[in-house]
């Protein structure tokens, strides 16, 4: 299984990033999201990113130029007929995923490799969507994707070995360090840490500590390299609230009950970074 070209689905965060780490790699890389003006504000985040790296010298603005001109905007999944692999990193909602895997079943060469971002939903249940589960997978990135070392690798029920072979071997050509999953809620990443965010929260909630104090306990005591209050605003108080109640679902244990004040600030509106309010609040 050669894989030469590849389709990334959503150009946000996390679209933008494995973007920007495939085409480094050398692929040819469809940046698809629903409007031009998403994959333009994706780009532009790419463009910086590659700016940073030539002022410090790690590349030449001739790669900086080169690495940008493999990329292809797409604002239509039929373009995934020219791709080897598909990395999908849309929102994180199963009926919306089921949706765009259904459509990249029709138009995905049968070759092609159809991936998820996903962050904490079953695989299994992606790749049921399809006509071709043994070809659907887990891909897991950890933000800052340019930065951060892992991908966890999630085998669904069905994915072929010769699948998960190759899932492997590209994620090392993109410099990071695959590690091999099955298919259970959250994973292993999320299994762990979300029920330590949502603890922290618990104790922000019952007093025990301020933030900045609870953010500083996990710093300087665990050697964290951000507190969990400030991972949380980092991550998206949405997304972490999203991927408790997955757990929690998931298990049908209360040990995964999300703290009622990330419920409150999420119905707030107070999303972490990206909305500029938080548990900290942002410029
Ligand atoms: N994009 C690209 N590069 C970035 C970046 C970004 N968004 N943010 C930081 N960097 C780079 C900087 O350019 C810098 O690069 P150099 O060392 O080459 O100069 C490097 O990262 C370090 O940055 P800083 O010195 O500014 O700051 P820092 O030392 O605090 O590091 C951090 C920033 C890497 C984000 C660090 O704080 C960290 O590791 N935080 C925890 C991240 C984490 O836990 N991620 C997992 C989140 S959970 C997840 O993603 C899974 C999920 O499903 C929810």
Known sequence: ????????IGAGQMGSGIAQVCAQAGYTVYLNDLKEEF?????????????????????????????????IHSTTLQDSQNVDIVIEAAVENMEIKSKIFKELDIYAPAHA??????????????AAATNRPEKVIGMHFMNPVPVMKLVEIIRG??????????????????????????DFPGFVSNRVLMPM????????????????AIDEVMKLGMNHPMG??????????????????????????DKYRPCPLLRKYVKAGWLGKKSGRGFYTYE
């Open 197 to 212: 965010i949502n603890e922290a929260i618990f104790t922000l909630y019952e007093g025990v500590a301020t933030k900045e």
């Open 113 to 126: 490799i159809l991936a998820s971002n996903t962050s904490s939903l079953p695989i299994t249940e992606i």
């Open 1 to 8: 299984m050669e894989i030469k070209s590849v389709m990334i």
């Open 157 to 182: 029920l069905a994915t072929a070995d010769e699948v998960y072979q190759a899932v492997e071997d590209m994620t090392k050509t993109l410099k990071k360090v695959p590690v091999e999953v099955n």
């Open 39 to 71: 994959i333009e504000k994706g780009m532009a985040v790419i463009s910086k990113n590659l700016t940073r790296q030539v002022d410090k010298g790690r590349i030449t603005e001739e790669e900086k130029n080169d690495i940008l001109s493999k990329f």
């Open 228 to 253: 969990p209050l400030t991972l949380a605003d980092f991550i998206g108080l949405d997304t972490c609230l999203y991927i408790m109640e997955t757990l929690h679902e998931g298990f049908g244990d």
